[in-house]
């Protein structure tokens, strides 16, 4: 009788966490008490975002990434909000850019100065006045720049055209307080959890909810699309109470195709999902530790890979975007760890075991860039595109995380070109190809006539 391994061949086999030395980490971090189910931190090449304890309103502060160490006291805020500070988010598109949600019912669009903030900012660039309640979820369009989407406790979700800076569609479905949202891979499809326990796919341009499932079973907490596989996972309870997570088609929510059960801890199971290396990672809020899995389209589709483990809870986490990682270390995934009890943010990098120092191609496919697809007039007038992809090139000179601001100003990409738009040129030629050859052919069959009327008229 012949053994079957029950584990499939994977380059991601032996990834490992590691996390940064004291001198990566930023010390001295009044991090907010808020008891809201967020990560109240943001990351992206230039700046770390951390929401903060702050009197007499919602404030967070930015530090330049190159710059760890203990902060000064001090340091300048962003601190224009009236009501504590929710969310934030960095523009996918723009590193300067960065929108918060507040509980004053406003959302605020700032723009950091390059080298960072040298004093208290308390004027916006925009001011987005809209929701009844405070608003605890942002979430940036993934391949457009001018598209804000918003959900208060009103339970509305406001999609925003900062080109103009107006709302210009509200979504009502939901009876109670969305708890998250997830876009798919080009825009043109939302996913959304509920207090009301019940998962949604929603065409955001009509607000028209195109399949909902009644998890009556289980509480949903979370969700998030997965890449192009055509993939919703969720977290959340169990009817035992004991932490879950379920995998669904986009296309069919009538029931999960697999379900499987964590543990039984309390906090909020948060996924974070790298459609380059098709890994799920799973963050549990409370917990020390980080599972991590590879998603396929097949059977088993969720396998587990390993855990990352600390005796440090987390009360939240940053994700580097991938144009962030240092892939000269082989380095496919960052976190930044909020860690309450002690005022830090540590660096956890999710590394791939290669001798080789070259540039590892087969673990840095073409990712997301910073151009955007296409324009918000374009995008609420029905067009999608997928986003803009870019080459990551190999990282010259150190590797230490400290000398990252040199190295990013130096060079990060190689190529800013979307792959898709390139096949969407040569299937055009193609077509154009196409069309000349049956011209052709048929201006041939014409001469052919023409030549035989008058070889007749020649003859008579």
């Excluded at 916006?124 to 608003?135: D, E, P, T, W």
């Excluded at 929510?253 to 380059?276: H, M």
Aim: net charge neutral; glycine share 8%; hydrophobic share 40%.
């Amino acid at each position: 009788m012949s053994w079957h391994s029950m584990y499939k061949s994977s380059k991601f086999r032996h990834v490992y966490g590691k996390a940064g030395s004291r001198e990566q980490c930023y010390e001295g971090i009044p991090i907010t008490h808020s008891v809201h189910d967020n990560h109240f931190c943001a990351v992206n090449p230039k700046f770390l975002a951390v929401v903060t304890e702050s009197a007499g309103g919602g404030a967070f502060l930015v530090i330049p990434l190159h710059k760890p160490g203990r902060i000064d006291p001090h340091h300048p805020k962003v601190c224009g909000h009236q009501g504590s500070v929710m969310d934030i988010k960095w523009s996918p598109f723009m590193d300067n850019i960065i929108a918060s949600s507040s509980e004053d019912c406003t959302v605020r669009i700032w723009q950091i100065p390059d080298g960072g903030l040298r004093r208290n900012m308390t004027e916006a660039l925009m001011i987005l006045i809209g929701h009844s309640r405070r608003v605890g979820l942002i979430e940036w369009h993934p391949t457009c720049s001018g598209i804000l989407l918003s959900a208060g406790h009103d339970c509305k979700i406001l999609i925003w055209n900062l080109e103009e800076g107006v709302a210009v569609k509200m979504i009502d479905s939901h009876p109670d307080v969305i708890l998250c949202m997830s876009f798919n891979t080009d825009g043109s499809l939302l996913a959304t959890s509920c207090k009301d326990k019940k998962l949604r796919i929603i065409d955001p341009r009509s607000g028209k909810v195109l399949r909902e499932a009644d998890c009556k079973s289980s509480r949903v907490n979370r969700v998030v699309f997965l890449g192009n596989l055509k993939r919703v996972l969720t977290t959340g309870v169990s009817r035992w109470n004991t932490r879950q997570i379920a995998l669904w088609d986009q296309e069919d929510l009538c029931a999960p195709i697999t379900e499987e059960e964590i543990d039984g801890l309390s906090g909020v199971l948060f996924p974070f999902y790298d459609a380059d290396t098709h890994m799920l990672y799973l963050a549990g809020k409370g917990d020390g530790n980080i599972r991590y899995y590879e998603v396929s389209a097949e059977k088993p589709f969720l396998q587990f890979l390993m855990e990352f483990r600390s005796p440090a809870p987390q009360k939240g986490l940053g994700v580097m975007a991938k144009r962030g990682v240092d892939v000269s270390e082989c380095e496919i995934f960052r976190f930044y760890k909020l860690v309450t009890l002690k005022g830090l943010v540590e660096p956890i990098s999710m590394i791939v075991p290669r001798r080789s120092e070259t540039y590892q191609e087969d673990i840095f496919p073409m990712t997301a860039g910073t151009e955007s697809a296409l324009s918000a007039a374009e995008w609420l007038s029905g067009i999608d595109r997928g986003d803009n992809e870019c080459v990551l090139v190999t990282i010259l000179g150190s590797s230490d995380q400290t000398g990252a601001s040199d190295i990013i100003n130096q060079v990060f990409l190689e190529i800013v070109l979307s792959h898709k738009q390139l096949l969407k040129m040569v299937f055009k030629q193609q077509d154009e190809i196409r069309k000349l050859k049956d011209e052709l052919g048929e201006k041939d069959e014409r001469i052919r006539q023409l030549e035989l009327e008058l070889k007749n008229l020649r003859n008579t």
